[in-house]
């Protein structure tokens, strides 16, 4: 089973930036449809965005659309996101998740990952 790390979270500013990054172990990463999902002090998981097994389509939260980039790059086996014009209700742990069912445009829920990394924190404040 791969193994998912997150790492890149920490403290951002208002309007400013910060890239995650999600490393995965073992030679399967480029089959995986790979996900962000994130969970906000005292609320519930929240998918962000998915990307597609081959990186050519994306989909995206409503709440994060037009300001996060998710991406990947199969030779490094890693996951990004992009997360530009941060808000504090971007406030959250950020995690690296595969979806059991594979790549749709719609929303995923809590129940449709069957792997996680151990999240990384993002906070946002100035």
């Known amino acids: 089973e791969v193994q998912l790390v997150e790492s890149g979270g920490g403290l951002g500013h208002p309007g400013g930036s910060l890239r995650l990054s999600c490393a995965a172990s073992?030679?399967?990463?480029?089959?995986?449809?790979m996900s962000w999902v994130r969970q906000a002090p005292g609320k519930g998981l929240e998918w962000v965005s998915v990307?597609?097994?081959?990186?050519?389509?994306?989909s995206y939260a409503d709440s994060v659309k037009g300001r996060f980039t998710i991406s990947r790059d199969n030779a490094k086996n890693t996951l990004y996101l992009q997360m530009n014009s941060l808000t504090p209700e971007d406030t959250a742990v950020y995690y690296c998740?595969?979806?059991?069912?594979?790549?749709?445009?719609?929303?995923?829920?809590?129940?449709?990952?069957?792997?996680w990394g151990q999240g990384t924190q993002v906070t946002v404040s100035s």
């Open positions: 073992g030679s399967t990463f480029s089959s995986y449809v």
């Open positions: 990307i597609h097994s081959g990186g050519g389509s994306t």
């Open positions: 998740a595969i979806p059991s069912a594979g790549y749709y445009s719609g929303t995923y829920y809590a129940q449709d990952f069957r792997s």
